[in-house]
């Protein structure tokens, strides 16, 4: 597909989605990540559009991702909340995987609030910490910028040197003070592989020593596509297992769903006060 066919896409499912709503303008894009969708009822929903009506959109075909984007208010503001997200493993491009961060931009977005759930590799961490993101290394099999640029929604050369938005990250350090969260809440490098199995001991040994503090399967994809755009980002893991030596374990589906469930509460205060 060249650029100018992927940008009718694009354009394709932004006229959906604002015909469908009455041309609601958010201010704010969040995606929810694997067992995080409890934010979701904090929306004052104006407007709920399944992925599957969309003109383009892939479907989620991962359990606890809905499928399905949420338009109304968060603490007053408007917010357009993607109940779910596509990952490289389920078979997507990565021009699939990002099309919703896209389309969010058409929308008329300014900022980009990410969450996903995550392995502890720093040693320091305990599950259902949130982690905010301060970098990454992009381990995926690709990136989204790969092929013709589109050059309506950024450059083709756009720089990295600050993929999590340094204001971002100064208030949300200081939101999780304010709403006695500091306890639970640290810094550091996510790295994204592409999954879907996890990782084997040496792996994780492997990912530590490389510098991760963290490791997931999606974000940083979405992550690419929002800085080409110009969009500022911020982003949070939900600490769900530990891969640190003498902490790691087989790991259940369950218990991952049991340690985001623990924290979504103290997520959710966040992004609303980061919204």
Known sequence: MNSSEHMV?????????QAQSARFQPETGIILGTGLGALAKEVEVAHEINYAD???????????????LLLGTLGG???AVLQGRFHYYEGYTMQQVVLPVRVLKLLGISKLLVSNAA???????????LMLIDDHINLQPGNPLIGPNLDELGPRFPDMFAPYDAELLRR????ARELGLADTTRRGVYVSVPGPMLETPAEYRYLRTIGADAVGMSTVPEVIAARHMSLPVL??????????????KPVVLADIFAAAAVAEPRLTQLIRAMV
């Open 235 to 248: 982003a949070v893991s939900v600490i769900t297992d530990l891969c640190a030596p003498g902490h790691l």
């Open 172 to 175: 949300a350090e200081a939101a």
């Open 119 to 129: 392995g502890g590799l720093n040693p320091e961490f305990r599950i259902a910490d």
């Open 77 to 79: 503001k408007k917010v």
């Open 9 to 17: 896409q694009l354009r394709e499912a932004a006229a959906y989605i």
């Open 54 to 68: 969309i003109p383009h959109f892939p479907l989620s075909t991962v359990e606890s991702h809905a499928g399905r």
